[in-house]
């Protein structure tokens, strides 16, 4: 029986045709970090003082500075208090200027922001005061929307084929991302960021599958860590797009109309060999193998295409194989943890790195050049030491930075930055680490499912991480101390998971990756003597 790996080798494990559809799977990332993080850049504070018109029917030739010294109060530093004001009365203005105001209460008329700037989400929709709080949950709300397209994308991607779900996500990104810079009410705005999310999610998942199912055993991690770096790549691109476009309507539609761009995917994006052969779809597969041969120049044995069709047979998968067989329950709750932990630190991080001393745009700036040297660096640590050791590694790293902060004092601003740094670095690359490992750990049929599982669990921990730095009210190491303890205990479980370097990609689920691994490995090993005896028998 011809292993599909035999077939790639044939077409080319890494040609002019992987490369196209890595690039291909590349693009729609580059956006991918404006609508996760984008929000930052529409919501800076700005001062702002409560709206108190009501003065202008008694006093209507009173200046700006006579109006606010009349109406609000002012707080311990002199400055005028941005949530409250005196509250209104019915004298005329010779008697509240003669004897003044004393009762106070919350913005009733809305708010003023004196600085001349362009519309912000926090201007328009008032995020501010009572409301700040909105803001935040917006950004839960989206996380909850990832973890929805993951339970939704990973498992119809395994049942319709990558191709299908890829395009669906891409169109609905495009359309919801561009509505949204339309939206006049707030609530309905978390709403469509809360549906664009899940079609975000369906892009983040599925590259993944189409980007290893069409390689070589040795360049799966630099085709995932290729899309990643285009990942980080859009991180520097958010940055010039907020410097630039502060209006955050205009800057909602430049981040999300390029994506009607990639229109023509429908024609030439492929779907995955692989899967189709899991499927049955032999002829399909055919296609796309004698294809990719034809753009990378190479030629298929027509005996492996024959082997293919006489002994491949229709393969199917449940999700509730993850559960039910032993080795791949151990695989799911790992990586599950694995996964969990670089949300959790990752967002954990970025949340707390203050001390830059920078504005937004540069601190952005820094984020993205960060992530950058994290993604590439995976793709030489993963072939040099294998994917257990970097995936534990990483994660210990980034636990043992939180736990360092936790014993530096809180005047030592710049010995904590660049603690967290390095952990955001580690953090970055522990999660393009555990894209690879996924990809690699679980079986063709179900890969997807397992892979929304762990994106799931990611989910999961982007919407509780803000909520932990809540516990700083407590005290201010409990925060880092939760982030870095849980991660140092997923570092510590994926000792525990085989190593994948150099293994085919398992299709079924009939049996863990060391098992096929020796399998190949006899199979080779038989094939090698088998040709020196026929070498000594011409002799």
């Known amino acids: 029986m011809v292993e599909f790996g035999d077939l790639i080798s044939a077409v080319g494990k890494f040609g002019l045709y992987q490369k196209l559809v890595v690039l291909l799977l590349s693009l729609p990332l580059l956006l991918n970090p404006f609508q996760m993080v984008g929000q930052v850049f529409m919501v800076v504070d700005v001062p702002h003082y409560c709206n108190t018109d009501w003065i202008r029917a008694v006093g209507p030739n009173l200046t700006e500075e006579e109006q606010l010294n009349l109406t609000l109060p002012r707080d311990v530093d002199g400055e005028y208090e941005q949530c409250s004001m005196y509250s209104p009365v019915d004298w005329d203005l010779d008697s509240i200027m003669a004897y003044g105001l004393n009762a106070t209460e919350k913005c009733s008329n809305g708010w003023v922001y004196p600085t001349a700037q362009q519309p912000s989400l926090l201007t328009e929709f008032d995020l501010v005061c ?174 492996l295409l024959d082997q293919l069709k006489c002994e491949t047979q229709t393969k199917s998968g449940s999700i509730l194989d993850l559960l039910r067989k032993k080795h791949l329950l151990k ?106 490992y996924s990809a690699e750990l679980f079986p063709t049929i179900i890969r997807q499912s397992g892979v929304g599982l762990c994106s799931m669990a990611a989910r999961v921990a982007g919407i509780i991480a803000p909520l932990i730095r809540l516990l700083e009210q407590y005290h201010r190491a409990i925060p880092m101390a939760v982030y870095g303890s849980a991660t140092v205990l997923g570092g510590l479980l994926c000792f525990l998971l085989p190593e994948t370097r150099g293994v085919e990609l398992p299709d079924d689920t009939v049996t863990d990756n060391p098992q096929k691994k020796s399998k190949l490995q006899t199979l080779s090993k038989t094939n090698s003597e088998e040709k020196e005896i026929n070498s000594e028998k011409d002799i």
């Open 130 to 303: 009572d409301r700040k709080d909105l803001s935040d949950i917006s950004q839960s709300v989206y996380m909850v929307g990832l973890l929805i397209g993951a339970v939704i994308f990973g498992p119809l991607s395994d049942r319709i084929g990558r191709r299908p779900v890829l395009l669906i996500s891409i169109l609905g990104q495009s359309l919801f991302g561009l509505a949204i810079a339309f939206l006049p009410i707030f609530i309905v705005y978390m709403v469509f960021r809360c549906i664009m999310a899940t079609a975000v999610s369906g892009i983040l998942i599925t590259t993944l599958p189409l980007a290893t199912e069409w390689v070589g055993v040795s360049y799966r991690p630099t085709a995932v860590l290729i899309t990643h770096c285009f990942l980080a790549a859009g991180q520097l691109v958010l940055a010039g797009l907020s410097y630039g476009i502060r209006n955050w309507r205009l800057l909602q539609i430049a981040g999300s109309a390029p994506m009607f761009a990639l229109f023509f995917y429908f024609w030439v994006l492929p779907e995955s060999a692989r899967w189709l052969v899991t499927r049955g779809k032999i002829e399909e597969a055919k296609k796309y193998l004698k294809k990719a041969a034809s753009i990378n120049k190479r030629t298929i044995p027509p005996e």
């Open 331 to 436: 695989v799911t709750l790992i990586m599950s943890c694995a996964w969990f932990m670089d949300s959790l630190v990752y967002y954990g991080l970025s949340l707390n790195v203050t001390g830059f001393g920078l504005d937004i745009y540069l601190t952005q700036l820094a984020f993205g050049v960060v992530e950058l040297p994290g993604r590439i660096c995976c793709i030489y640590l993963l072939q040099w030491f294998g994917r257990k050791k970097v995936q534990a590694a990483l994660l210990l790293l980034a636990g043992l930075m939180c736990l360092i902060i936790v014993s530096i004092p809180e005047d030592q601003a710049v010995a904590i930055t660049v603690l967290a740094v390095i952990g955001k670095f580690a953090a970055c690359a522990s999660f393009s680490t555990s894209y690879v």
